[in-house]
């Protein structure tokens, strides 16, 4: 094993050795500097793999023979070796991104950068305190040095500013060190740290100094103004450097300081951390450009870690782990955003359109994103579920509040970024290619990826990327360059397959399920024929979504579960993205989804108590009165994929925005997820109460009025797809319902409604798809007539609307007819009234729907329209005919759930002998209806046929018209506007009251940030007083107060 | 209850009764109208002669599929409604083919109809039916509700959803009607009723004078016969559900005919009396008049 000295002494060397060569030998000068590095590289890798895998122990080096305190020692250990490793290869990295500037620069440049790369090294391996002052000194030098390499003319200010602050920080750091010495005698840490309690005691002013030194060193907000300038104007390697390896030190010397501190300092930095996690990704909310929104992401990324560290005395074993996670995830993908910003030549966050039709620099980017906002399976994903299970079980809940606020801004603005790549107008300015460059940008993808995988194998709860379902979903990564057919056939054939295999397994309730995502989204997947091309970035997204769904409804532990759940909400949002106009609603649905599934984590958190293997059946054991939290918790997350009233606003645009085939997907089958995650919470917990409320009869509540003010949305809308959408959330609304009922029935209606709503609306969504390709527009008011022309899409639609309404004969009947003897049972009567006032609206807009756009008058600009593509025509006729056989045997798929539900609820069961359906309030006999029906109907028209046989077709005005003959169509269908008497009536009920507090919300949010961030002025001078004040508030709040 | 091929005929029996007895009915009660309104009115026999003749008139026309079979489904809607609900208490003969299904196969059953003929009448193109349909069905939401309350209410009450077990709990003397048991339930489902017969101050909808019939405008000949015949049938159904739920039902005949007959008449003495609502009037009306009665039903129940 290489000593790791020799780190530092090639560093070092080598840039003293540069100072001998002549400026006109470059290329010799570069090449040694990449070799210095690449061997710097390599002595840190092989520590890395001895000590975690070769199982060598921790190294002490001593530089003088002695030992400590009377010469300084180094130390090599698993997080030194990982995070020299991660210095030096960012600075490989660096260098070779940096090309072209060095061989301007000369080899001057080159050593600076080794200088730079060895004093990180020298801060993360030193164990003297004085030693890290001196390397915390070559790194402000050659920091200096570095921030000039820019073309930007502001870096030369910032450079400046920078010196000022850093020269603030060192005094600080010296005193603090001078008077530490003065009180312990020592000036090795490991010393002063078994002396730490004699420092405290009479010197805390002294360790304050060092300790709020080093903090100052990580540009903790708000005493960061300095550090912004530099991220924004330095050159984009640097500025990666700065964030991901300088970041990575500083954090590593506050660890080493809190050695010292003991744990009376860790909530000091973890309110500093906190404050800083929060401040800078609020003021990050405000920003339009990249590298500034970069600076703040870091400046919030190392306050986490901070704020991680501050978490030293509960953390444990995990510390490590988490902390690690953390702060790898965000050194990587931060150096990779930087770098592609390297890339890009506009600054306005806009400006990055230029990735598009660059699908590998997409993947980049989002891999980046991931890893940053820590989505599965990156290693932050990891980090954070072991750190909130370990904040909630030691009550830190507070703190746990404000970590999962503060990632939900980051998230926010981050996918808000994407949002703008991959939708905004694209510039006309292309992507500086430069091989050398992109090769680098990809080279902290695979480190990304490659830490993904580290991390999963050392997570006690399973790799994620060893399970299949998502290796199936991003193996369409590799396949990207087939044509749509080939991939479209290879994922039906995935998710068949995935049924086939799990079908011995799953219970009846599963089985309902898993029929639905995964038969139901082949079936779904069929109408993706008809799309040509290649279509980039569909295929994994929508097998991703796929994944987590056919994950999540065998997932036994939370962890699974949450994993499956995160999956197949990022999934679903790069799907829905992928509409035309449907940035900001997918921007819409990522947020509150998010927010949702943050609500899941702490409720699971809450609930294991720290237990890392926390069963989903263990729910139950949850006493009481920390059951009811984690019971709303969950149910919240639950409700908000369901779009329940309240949390609803991004339902409407993310489902009419969408694709034609991704629409139904997304509400057909992705609904269903929280109906999922509502069966298995209410089958574990039960009825809670908090306060004396039961939350079942307010969960009661809320899917009454999700039913009604859904269906009185849908009938005002005049967009087609939006219309269903509404419906949706109405239609949920009435399962929530039915599961909050809490009884037999109720909740096999629930499950009645997952099969019938993901027949009807799927088909409906892929025929008003159908039709809006062809007529090219969604507005209802603009079709008409198409019934002659589109006759198939029409039945589609017709067995649709009959089957949503509940009419019998067919299946909607079924779900009606369980809903009143479920009603029958039910503790509560007063939700009722709303729900059966909601059940007539949906006549309203179902009859709009299809009269509008099939009948009443044909448009002149209509006439030659075709019958919509056949491949979208295929699944609707599949759907009609499940509709029917549904409708006629009920039985077939719920009579096992019905004996399956037993075991919850053992009364009110249905019986299913011979032909009728029987309850213990009523009966049922769906053939013998459909066998009347169909009979009386068959007789009264064979009746008109006889009489009316020849009954001649008429043109299109050929009727009575008040004396006159209309003659356009335009002025003669009725169609916009269409229940104005009702808008007249109940209109008040549909004031966006929900949408407008969260836009109040969103809004207070980005005043907030946009008032305070003039604070940072630009000014040096005020950024050392910033400093000083910080420093000065820091130490009244802890030391003074 | 099982099927047996002998009730096709019953069933076609009671249809043939039914029939006839509505077409006197209506006749009679647009009569009374008239003579309220001192006019003569029609022969009791018009619906008779009005049926035959346009059945007969050969010269017809179509405006499309859908056109063509709006009729049809309004008939079956109506002949369903009736024959899904057993019309004379205790007799097996005319329990129809109410063993299919119970109280709430029949609710949702009336909607089949109205769907259908609404469908129908937008094929025609007409803005008069579109515009008469956005009307009915208006109208139809908030009617519905207090109805719904009070089957709801009396599904309570009798724990069971069998109209043949609501009627036999309330035979052995008319104190046990749902009507004294059960009163606001009886009294908002009146009002219900009110909204559901086509008879002012709910009849905007078919408007005579604004607009020339509203959803039926189109349609002529034969196509108006069957919706004629169902005009005379739907009533009577949706009556002999109001008798069987709140006003004991009827062991026989002559019981059935009076009880239909008064059950009818209300909505004909407020139909004289009072002038008509514009839609939006009407359903402010039945959530501020009716809703709190049907919640009262649930509550007290």
């Not at chain 1, 109906?675 to 009661?700: A, S």
């Not at chain 1, 019958?867 to 759907?879: C, D, G, R, S, T």
């Not at chain 1, 004996?899 to 309850?919: A, C, D, K, R």
Request: proline share 4%.
């Amino acid at each position: 094993m290489v000593n790791a000295i020799f780190i530092i002494a090639t560093g070092l060397g080598t840039a003293f050795l540069l100072g001998l060569l002549k400026d006109e030998w470059r290329t010799a000068a570069y090449g040694i500097t990449l070799a210095a590095l690449a061997l710097m590289s390599w002595i840190a890798a092989s520590w890395v793999a001895a000590l975690a895998w070769g199982g060598a122990a921790t190294v002490d080096i001593f530089t003088a023979g002695t030992e400590p305190p009377f010469a300084i020692n180094l130390r090599m250990g698993l997080p030194e070796a990982v995070l020299t490793l991660l210095v030096n290869l960012a600075s490989l990295l660096a260098a070779v991104y940096l090309r072209d500037t060095m061989f301007k620069q000369g080899r001057r440049a080159m050593a600076v950068l080794l200088i730079f790369a060895m004093a990180l090294c020298g801060i993360i391996l030193t164990r003297d305190l004085f030693n890290l002052f001196v390397f915390f000194e070559l790194t402000v030098i050659s920091t200096g040095g570095l921030i000039l390499l820019s073309r930007d003319k502001r870096a030369l200010g910032a450079g400046f500013k920078y010196l000022i602050a850093s020269q603030v920080i060192s005094i600080l750091l010296l005193v603090g060190i001078i008077f530490s010495y003065h009180a312990t005698g020592t000036l090795n840490i490991d010393g002063m740290a078994s002396m730490s309690a004699q420092l405290l005691q009479g010197g805390s002013l002294a360790f304050f100094l060092m300790f709020i030194a080093i903090v100052a060193e990580l540009k903790p907000f708000p005493a960061n103004g300095w550090a912004l300038d530099i991220y924004e104007s330095a050159h984009p390697a640097f500025s990666a450097m700065l964030s991901a390896a300088a970041g990575s030190a500083a954090l590593f010397a506050v660890d080493k300081l809190l050695l010292i501190g003991g744990t009376q300092w860790l909530p000091v930095a973890t309110a500093i951390g906190i404050v800083s996690f929060i401040g800078a990704n609020l003021f990050a909310l405000a920003q339009n450009v990249d590298r500034r929104t970069l600076g703040y992401s870091s400046i919030a990324q190392i306050g986490l870690v901070l704020t991680v560290l501050g978490q030293r005395d509960i953390l444990g074993d995990s510390y490590l782990y988490i902390a690690g996670g953390i702060l790898l995830a965000h050194a990587i993908s931060k150096a990779g955003l930087y770098w592609l910003s390297g890339l890009v030549e506009g600054r306005e966050l806009t400006a990055w359109t230029a990735l598009r039709g660059r699908p590998l620099l997409i993947f980049a980017f989002v891999t980046f994103l991931a890893l940053l906002i820590g989505l599965p399976p990156f290693p932050g994903f990891y980090a954070k579920w072991d750190l909130i299970h370990t904040l909630a079980a030691q009550d830190r809940i507070m703190l746990l509040t404000l970590i999962l606020f503060g990632a939900l801004i980051e998230a926010g603005y981050l996918f808000r970024w994407f949002g703008y790549v991959i939708k905004r107008e694209q510039t006309t300015e292309r992507v500086a290619c430069t091989p050398h460059k992109v090769a680098v940008v990809y080279g902290a993808v695979i480190a990304g990826w490659t830490a993904a995988y580290l991390w999963g194998n050392l997570s006690p709860h399973g790799n994620l990327l060893h399970t299949l379902p998502l290796l199936f979903a991003l193996g369409f990564l590799l396949l990207e360059w087939l044509p749509v057919w080939i991939k479209n056939t290879i994922a039906i054939i995935g998710l068949v397959a995935w049924f086939i295999l799990g079908f011995p397994d799953y219970d009846p309730l599963q089985l309902i399920f898993a029929a639905v995502i995964l038969i139901g989204g082949a079936l779904i997947l069929l109408s993706s024929y008809h799309v040509q091309g290649r279509r980039i970035g569909f295929y994994p997204s929508a097998m991703l979504m796929y994944a987590g769904l056919a994950m999540l409804i065998t997932a036994d532990d939370s962890f699974s579960f949450f994993a499956a759940w995160e999956s197949l909400t990022v999934g679903s949002y790069f799907l829905i993205l992928r509409g035309k106009h449907s940035e900001p609603h997918a921007l819409s649905y990522i947020i509150f989804s998010l927010g949702g599934a943050f609500l899941i984590l702490a409720g699971f958190a809450l609930a294991s108590q720290g237990v890392m293997d926390f069963q989903l059946q263990a729910l139950g054991q949850v006493t009481e009165p920390l059951s009811a939290w984690v019971f709303m918790l969950l149910a919240i997350g639950f409700m908000t994929k369901t779009a329940a009233i309240g949390v609803h606003i991004w339902l409407p645009g993310a489902h009419a925005e969408a694709e034609t085939d991704v629409s139904p997907m997304v509400s057909g089958i992705l609904l269903k997820a929280g109906l999922f995650g509502l069966f298995m919470l209410l089958m574990n917990m039960g009825k809670q109460q908090l306060y004396g409320i039961e939350l079942t009869h307010v969960m009661l509540w809320i899917g009454a009025l999700s039913a009604l003010l859904g269906n009185l949305m849908a009938i005002f809308q005049e967009d087609a797809k939006r219309l269903l959408a509404y419906s949706s959330i109405g239609q949920m609304g009435y399962a929530l319902f039915g599961l909050a009922m809490m009884n037999h029935l109720g909740w096999l209606m629930a499950l009645m409604f997952v099969i019938n709503h993901y027949i009807y609306k799927s088909m409906l969504f892929l025929s008003v798809g159908g039709i809006a390709k062809r007529t090219g527009t969604r507005e209802m008011y603009r079709m008409g007539g198409l019934i002659t022309l589109m006759p198939l899409s029409f039945i589609a639609v017709l067995i649709g609307i009959i089957a949503v309404s509940g009419v019998p004969p067919l299946s909607g009947f079924g779900g009606r007819w369980i809903f009143y003897n479920a009603i029958m049972t039910a503790d509560h009567r007063l939700p009722m009234i709303i729900i059966f006032l909601a059940g007539p609206i949906a006549f309203l807009y179902l009859f709009r729907l299809i009269h509008t756009i099939f009948l009443g008058q044909l448009k002149d600009e209509h006439r030659r329209l075709k019958e919509a593509p056949f491949w979208l025509i295929l699944p609707q006729m599949i759907y009609v005919a499940c509709l029917l056989i549904f409708a006629v045997v009920p039985g077939m798929a719920l009579r096992h759930v019905d004996s399956y539900l037993n075991q919850f609820f053992p009364n009110h069961g249905l019986n299913w002998e011979g032909l009728t359906i029987t309850s213990s309030f009523g009966y049922w006999s769906p053939i013998s209806i459909m066998l009347v029906i169909g009979t009386i109907f068959a007789t009264v028209l064979a009746w008109l046929l006889f009489v009316n046989r020849k009954a001649q077709k008429v043109k299109q005005f050929n009727m009575v018209f008040a004396a006159e003959r209309p003659y356009r169509p335009e002025t003669t269908h009725y169609a916009w506007n269409f229940f104005a008497p009702y808008r007249k009536a109940l209109g008040f009920l549909t004031q966006p009251l929900v949408t407008r507090f969260w836009e109040a919300l969103t809004d207070l949010l980005h005043s907030l940030a946009e008032l305070l961030r003039r604070f940072y002025c630009g000014n040096g001078q005020t950024y050392a007083i910033h400093l000083l004040g910080f420093v000065v508030v820091v130490y009244l709040l802890k030391v003074g107060l | 209850m099982e099927f047996e091929w002998i009730k096709i005929p019953y069933s076609l029996l009671t249809l043939f009764i039914v029939i006839n007895f509505g077409l006197l009915l209506t006749a009679l009660i647009q009569k009374i109208g008239a003579r309220v309104g001192r006019r003569h009115g029609i022969p009791i026999y018009q619906n008779y002669i009005d049926l035959i003749k346009n059945y007969a008139i050969r010269s017809s026309i179509t405006h499309g599929f859908m056109f063509y079979l709006g009729p049809v489904f309004r008939l079956s809607g109506g002949v369903g409604l009736l024959l899904f609900v057993p019309t004379i208490y205790g007799s097996e003969m005319f329990s129809n083919l109410s063993f299919a299904g119970d109280l709430i196969l029949a609710l949702y059953f009336v909607f089949f109809g109205a769907l259908g003929m609404a469908l129908g009448a937008g094929e025609s193109g007409h803005p008069h039916a579109a515009i008469g349909v956005s009307r009915g069905l208006s109208q139809m939401t908030a009617a519905e509700l207090p109805f719904a309350l009070a089957v709801f209410s009396v599904a309570l009450q009798y724990q069971t959803l069998s109209v043949t077990d609501i009627v036999a709990a309330q035979q052995g003397g008319v104190l046990n009607w749902t009507l004294f048991t059960n009163p606001f339930a009886v009294t908002a489902a009146m009002f219900s009723f009110l909204g559901s017969m086509m008879r002012p101050p709910f009849d905007v909808v078919l408007a005579p004078q604004e607009i020339p019939i509203g959803p039926p405008t189109e349609y002529h000949s034969s196509y108006l016969a069957l919706m004629q015949t169902n005009r005379v049938i739907f009533p009577v159904a949706k009556i002999v559900i109001y008798m069987n739920l709140f006003f004991g039902g009827a062991a026989s005949w002559p019981v059935f005919f009076l009880k239909v007959f008064l059950i009818y008449m209300v909505s004909v003495f407020v139909g004289v009396a009072f002038p008509r609502f514009r839609v939006e009037q009407s359903i402010r009306w039945f959530l501020i008049w009716a809703m709190p009665l049907g919640i009262l039903a649930i509550v007290l129940v």
